[in-house]
Nanobody, 115 residues
Framework: QVQLVESGGGLVQAGGSLRLSCAVS????????MGWYRQAPGKQRELVAD???????NYADSVKGRFTISRDNAKNTVWLQMNSLKPEDTAVYYC?????????WGQGTQVTVSA
């Protein structure tokens, strides 16, 4: 059974940094990529950043230059380094895995940025 466990969220002041991690356990027969999404209260879930199996990264315009997604294949872990955080980055952040011909989601981790 594939499971995703996220960690690293919390409360930070504007301008600060946080690093989210997502650890994958279970057997993967295929792997296409991983990503981070976020959902703020009253808003739809949106893509923050993703990384393909080949290492190609993609970022939402709102986080370009501030966030960095990276992956350790051996550890089946993906990170999201978030710098220069803004109050509008406040949301629940979810990790997504595209593998085994389906999507898997983590439970989410809260990120709150105070002004």
């Amino acid at each position: 059974q594939v499971q995703l466990v996220e960690s690293g969220g919390g409360l930070v002041q504007a301008g600060g940094s946080l690093r989210l991690s997502c650890a994958v356990s279970g057997r993967l027969f295929s792997f296409n990529g991983m990503g981070w999404y976020r959902q703020a209260p009253g808003k739809q879930r949106e893509l923050v950043a993703d990384i393909s199996s080949g290492g190609t990264t993609n970022y939402a315009d709102s986080v370009k230059g501030r966030f960095t997604i990276s992956r350790d294949n051996a550890k089946n872990t993906v990170w999201l380094q978030m710098n220069s955080l803004k109050p509008e980055d406040t949301a629940v952040y979810y990790c997504k895995l595209d593998a085994n011909w389906r999507d898997y989601w983590g439970q989410g981790t809260q990120v709150t940025v105070s002004a």
